[in-house]
């Protein structure tokens, strides 16, 4: 009798071609990449950034944004970023302070500057920025460009009475496909550029990388994907802002 395969024939050879292009898609963002890509979009609006032809931002972000001020709610602390600060249980971090938290989930530097207004509307004494990581996916957004609105919206944060602390870009983990050795370095390039923007306003900046990365990136104990943090990782982010953020409030116990 006689047995046929996948692996004797030509169709597991095109399983294998398509499998491999389809992880090339993921991690350099070629076709079929940016159509997958728009329909999720399109279906859960929650991947992030879209293309624009200056500077990659997302209507998604004002669109939040604008559901979260309107509440009206004031505090003491307003965390600011991407979906790093998106996942944080601030309010359980430090729970003797009073937090908003307004990160939003595939948000850009540019993004956050779009939205300034409606965290300034929150009249905090202390700002917490951490955001760029998303930037950095797109081509388009140049260095330049990306520093350009570092300056921006550092700029719009300090207009207020606010004390403005500027955190480092978490850099990722190249465990993860999507964060390559070139994505890195950019980030390292604008992490570089920080500290002379936020001195710039009067702001001041926090190095988060000398407690959550290594060599390779981010620590991959502190991280499930590379990227993201794990619940170690923000037991880390707490103990690095508690000095800023609540200096008479005790860290959580180590895990």
């Known amino acids: 009798m006689h047995h046929f395969g996948l692996r004797s024939g030509p ?16 991690a350099y963002q070629v076709f ?13 609006g929650h991947e ?93 957004n140049s260095e330049a460009q990306i520093v350009d609105q570092f300056d921006r919206v550092i700029g719009l944060l300090t207009r207020g009475e606010a004390q403005v602390f500027v955190q480092s870009i978490v850099i990722c983990n190249s465990i993860n496909p999507v964060c390559t050795p070139r994505r890195q370095e950019r980030l390292r390039r604008l992490n570089a550029a920080l500290p002379t923007l936020a001195a710039r306003h009067g702001a001041m900046f926090i190095d988060l990388n000398a407690r959550m990365t290594g060599d390779g990136g981010l ?13 170690q990782g923000y037991r880390v982010w707490q103990g690095v802002l508690k000095p800023y953020v609540a200096p008479r409030q005790a860290a959580l116990p180590p895990s």
């Open 11 to 26: 169709a597991f050879g095109l399983l294998l071609a398509v499998f491999i292009w389809g992880v090339a898609a993921g």
């Open 32 to 44: 079929p990449y940016p159509m997958m890509r728009e329909v999720k979009n399109m279906i859960d």
């Open 48 to 140: 992030g950034p879209m293309p624009n032809v200056v500077y990659d931002t997302h209507a998604k972000s004002a669109e939040i944004a604008a559901g979260l001020a309107q509440w009206g709610s004031t505090a003491e602390v307003v965390m600011v970023g991407d979906s790093l600060t998106e996942g944080g249980r601030w309010n359980e971090m430090f729970p003797n302070i009073s937090i908003l938290n307004r990160g939003i989930g595939g948000d850009t530097v540019g993004n956050v500057a779009d939205r300034a207004s409606t965290v300034l509307e929150a009249r905090p004494r202390k700002i917490f920025l951490m955001i760029g990581l998303n930037d950095i996916f797109y081509p388009r």
């Open 219 to 231: 620590r991959k104990e502190l991280s499930w994907d590379g990227m993201h943090l794990n619940g």
